[in-house]
């Protein structure tokens, strides 16, 4: 579904992604995890398109085709989806508008027709009550006032109102309590399908508890430095990045920078 | 050095004869006065901004005509008067008899009620800082007088729309008095807009005086074209407990102007502006509001927002002036910008004058750029690019917009609004 092949990505031209090589299958969860600093976050923000970042080398297909020619809503509409670390307040556009404005835009890309008002309300109400979000934060701005948790349980509602092929999780669990943890997790793990992939981008170990990957890769200085099963996770949760020749998380910083 | 220069001798000829007596003297006597006033230029405080885009040449200072033309076919929810080129037509005007409340042209009033009349115009309005007002007071061939008794209640928004024809070059002097009586009501629409694309300028005043108690809905909506040069003030003088509430939409031109003044005079009154601009190509729009808090106890609110794209320009100029004796006033001025392009300029500026010592007192003022990171999240999620900057652009205004009371006036606005949205951000 997801091929990288040498992806090169620079931000105010210092090089943060240097020669990343990664095959996503339909069905697989794939998680990312690596040190502050080692480029995961570039990595989810160049995959979505965002023009902060400048691609200088390598070539990025989802089914085939360059995703990289596409603009960010192109690819949203081809099926990319990235739940944000930080995702953004928007106040003034209500949720409700953000979402029905988002889920239409793909309806008519598929040559759907649109959701009127009152359908969406009934769909976004069900899908608000999985990711266990009061259906009152339809009617507040997007995100706005909203707690880390609510945020996050947020994204993920989008990812199921969205139904992206391939959804790139970053850092999802940061910031959550156990409970949240748990809500956001169970909504990911609906989200899993035969013909989706997941990606999730995260720094701890424990997200893979609830939500388990098919294969780990471990990402330092710009590079996939080494990769296997679930059981990676638990390694690196016991003996830290060290034993993987990463001495500390401010080395890999400083590396990342040159 | 140069002279200031002066108000052509040519906008200073006599104008129409059909007003009654008291009427005609004041004319005559505000003209007079007028020889030799100096135009704004860029060393006028109140006019810095804008002076460079007043350009009154003879040709504009001929009334325009408004015989054998039709007046405007708007089509309104409420009742109706129209006016064309500063001139009441009855025939497309239409409004019942009703109870408590006299709408009468100026040209229709008897001497008493326009000796009365003559008394209170222009009491309203600062003359040394609403210029421009004068003229109209020299120019003025018609005007509306609108009269609510006591406890008097206009059921349905009254919209006035003022069409100017500029079929020819010329100016038109629209003028308006409302005088609202102890615990009336009403909604007034202020409807601009132009046919025709000769060079014009239209110079409004509309007035209003607010009894105790009274309740008064100012909505102003300004679509006029791009060879309409627009210079309006409004006056507005509170008494106890009244409320006055203004929305004023406006969409640029090559010289829009609209004073605001509200004199809180009364203990407990209280006002609330609103203002969305938007502006775009070369056009221009400004906005001075003035509040003078004169009276102890009073509440003001005001909130202007300007979006510029292209090469346009937006001004803001918003005065508080809490007198000596207004202890316990609360006032709260706010003012946002949204610069569309790297060539749009909006000025801004609070004037906050504080002569008591126990009052409340905020204002603020921001200018930015629509926000990259909140684009980039909204399209990430497969929203167009226009639509994008459409839904953030409008969630800079909308809250002001979904305030307006009426909902013809929101349509209006709203697709006002999509045409400049379709022009600013296509190719987006």
């Not at chain 2, 350009?55 to 009334?63: E, F, G, H, Q, V």
């Not at chain 2, 207004?326 to 500026?349: H, Y």
Request: glycine fraction near 8%; hydrophobic fraction near 40%; charged fraction near 25%.
């Amino acid at each position: 579904m997801l091929s990288i092949k040498n992806l090169h990505a620079s931000v105010e031209g210092k090089e943060i992604l240097k020669g990343i090589n990664l095959e996503i299958k339909a069905g697989e969860v794939h998680a990312i995890m690596g040190p502050n600093g080692s480029g995961k976050s570039t990595l989810s923000q160049v995959l979505a398109g965002n023009e902060a970042f400048e691609v200088t080398e390598g070539e990025v297909t989802l089914n085939g085709e360059n995703l990289l020619d596409l603009e960010t809503e192109e690819r949203a509409r081809e099926g990319i989806f990235l739940a944000f670390q930080y995702p953004v307040e928007i106040p003034g556009v209500s949720n409700l508008q953000f979402l029905r404005t988002a889920v239409n835009a793909m309806r008519h890309h598929k040559g759907e027709a649109e959701m009127n008002a009152a359908e969406f309300m009934k769909l976004a109400k069900e899908v608000s009550k999985q990711v266990d979000l009061d259906p009152a934060f339809l009617k507040r701005g997007v995100n706005e006032g909203f707690s880390g948790g609510e945020k996050k349980r947020n994204e993920i509602m989008q990812a199921l109102l969205l139904q992206p092929k391939l959804a790139i999780l970053d850092e999802t669990d940061s910031g959550l309590d156990i409970d949240a943890l748990q809500v956001v997790s169970n909504g990911v793990n609906a989200l899993r399908a035969e013909d989706r992939a997941i990606l999730m981008v995260t720094h701890y170990q424990r997200l893979l508890n609830h939500i388990v990957p098919d294969h780990v890769h471990v990402l330092a200085g710009g590079k996939i430095v080494k990769s296997g099963g679930r059981e990676l996770a638990l390694e690196l949760e016991e003996r830290g990045y060290g034993w993987l020749g990463i001495k500390d998380e401010e080395e890999a910083a400083a590396n990342s920078a040159n | 050095m140069k002279p200031a220069p002066t108000l052509s001798a040519a906008f200073l000829y006599p104008a129409g004869q059909s007003l009654p007596e008291p009427l005609l003297a004041l004319r005559k006597q505000r003209g007079t006065a007028l020889v030799d006033m100096p135009l704004p230029t860029r060393k006028t405080e109140n006019w810095k901004y804008s002076s460079k885009y007043l350009k009154l040449t003879d040709d504009m200072a001929i009334s325009l005509p408004a015989e054998h033309k039709a007046g405007s076919s708007l089509a309104v929810p409420g009742y109706k008067v129209s006016f064309l080129n500063g001139v009441m037509m009855p025939e497309a005007s239409d409004y019942p008899d009703l109870d408590g409340i006299t709408i009468e042209r100026f040209a229709d009033l008897d001497d008493d009620a326009a000796a009365s009349l003559a008394d209170r115009m222009d009491s309203t309005l600062d003359n040394k800082a609403v210029q421009m007002a004068r003229l109209n007071s020299a120019r003025f061939e018609d005007g509306l007088l609108i009269r609510l008794k006591p406890d008097a209640v206009l059921d349905q928004p009254l919209f006035i729309v003022h069409e100017v024809n500029a079929d020819a070059s010329g100016s038109a002097y629209p003028r308006i008095f409302v005088d609202a009586g102890r615990h009336s009501q009403i909604t007034l629409v202020e409807e601009y807009i132009s046919s025709g694309s000769e060079a014009v300028m239209v110079n409004t005043v509309t007035e209003f005086t607010l009894g105790d108690g009274a309740n008064v809905t100012s909505i102003r909506l300004n679509t006029e074209g791009e060879n309409v040069q627009h210079i309006g003030a409004t006056g507005v003088r509170q008494q106890r407990s009244s409320r006055f509430e203004s929305h004023c939409v406006g969409f640029g031109g090559p010289l829009r102007r609209h004073d605001l003044q509200v004199r809180l005079e009364g203990e407990g009154a209280e006002c609330k502006l609103n203002g969305v601009v938007v502006t775009q190509g070369k056009q221009h729009y400004d906005n001075h509001t003035t509040i003078e808090h004169v009276a102890a106890h009073c509440n003001s609110e005001e909130t202007y927002r300007n979006i510029a794209a292209d090469q346009s320009h937006a001004v803001f100029n918003g005065r508080i002036h809490i007198h000596q004796d207004a202890q316990k006033s609360n006032a709260d001025m706010n003012n946002k910008n949204l610069l569309l392009s790297n060539g749009a300029e909006i000025d801004t500026k609070p004037e906050l004058e504080i002569y008591a010592d126990d009052v409340k007192c905020a204002h603020g003022a921001t200018i930015g750029q629509l926000d990259e990171v909140s684009l980039f999240y909204l399209v990430s999620r497969g929203i167009g690019r226009r639509e994008a900057n459409v839904l953030l652009t409008m969630a800079f205004i909308n809250e002001l917009v979904e305030q307006i009371p009426v909902e013809q006036v929101r349509d209006t606005a709203h697709t006002r609004l999509n045409q400049f949205f379709d022009q600013t951000f296509e190719g987006a």
